[in-house]
């Protein structure tokens, strides 16, 4: 795509984006969480939105799995959760990092975003969440030059669910991201070119294959040497944003970070894989 016919895209959609979020809020005036009504000049109520739960603990430094308690991390060889130190994974991603717990209220918020196609929540996530993405990545750069992003990517969806959905929450967080980073996004460079089985009906080793093969750089000199800031909105088992990553350092690319929203605690994906989970909606068990 070339970069004029990209901008033009940016702009259509950016424009829809508004008008939608603008009709929702007329629409609609409870809070998607806690159901609260009132005149709110927002999807999500203050008080759901400031009960989100931060990832303050520390992290595997490769995966971003939160180490359980404080005595872990002092015996966590390199700042490395078990998986990553028995190389159980191959990570092609450098880092990866997520801000929230995946909570009752964060699914809540997630599921309404994606499902019910309401704009107005990406807004909000993605004002809440890009402070602390920027904050983040600030303190990454302290200690790694090559976590300085040059370039912002979303997690595609395939043109299919695309149309489906009518638009890519990955999208929408990639463009807060970027306006908080200032850099820029490139939305067309990587491309779902399979359409996958839902990742939440899958076994750990089904996901890997499922998305195996699932996504290509189109345009590799774009992202060739560079340092990329992949996002998307939920990371649990990291199956998807691992084949992208892969493909992306395929391409040429310098570096890759994963930046996601949230994250389910190491428990909670346990229970999905036992089959105990919540109920848990469609594909963001990625
Ligand atoms: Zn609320
Ligand atoms: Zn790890």
Redesign the pocket.
């Known amino acids: 795509m070339t970069p004029r016919r990209s901008l033009a895209m940016r702009g259509l959609y950016e424009a829809w984006a508004f008008i939608s979020s603008t009709i929702e809020l007329i629409l609609s005036s409870s809070c998607v969480i806690c159901g609260a009504r009132g005149a709110l000049a927002t999807p999500i109520c203050e008080g759901c939105q400031s009960s989100f739960t931060l990832i303050e603990a520390h992290c595997?430094k490769?995966?971003?799995?939160p180490f359980g308690n404080e005595s872990v991390v002092a015996h966590s060889e390199g700042f490395?959760?078990g998986?990553?130190r028995s190389k159980k994974h191959r990570w092609y991603f450098d880092h990866a990092f997520s801000t929230f717990i995946y909570d009752e209220k964060m699914r809540a918020a997630i599921l309404a975003f994606k499902y019910k196609k309401r704009f107005s929540i990406g807004d909000v996530l993605g004002g809440l969440w890009a402070p602390l993405l920027s904050r983040h990545i600030a303190d990454l750069e302290d200690s790694d030059e090559r976590s300085r992003p040059d370039l912002v990517l979303p997690v595609p969806l395939h043109r299919k669910r695309l149309r489906s959905r009518e638009f890519n929450q990955a999208a929408i967080l990639a463009r807060f991201s970027g306006i908080a980073l200032g850099r820029p996004v490139a939305y067309d460079v990587l491309a779902r070119i399979r359409d996958t089985e839902y990742q939440s009906r899958l076994s750990p080793v089904q996901k890997i294959k499922n998305v195996k093969g699932a996504f290509k750089v189109t345009e590799p000199k774009v992202i060739e040497d560079l340092n990329v800031l992949l996002i998307d909105d939920i990371f649990t088992t990291g199956a998807t944003v691992n084949e992208c990553a892969k493909m992306m350092k395929k391409a040429g690319a310098a570096s890759v970070i994963v930046a996601t929203l949230a994250r389910p605690t190491h428990a909670q994906v346990g229970e999905a894989i036992g089959g105990k989970a919540m109920a848990l909606g469609a594909d963001e068990w990625a």
């Open positions: 595997c490769v995966c971003g799995r490395l959760c998986e990553c």
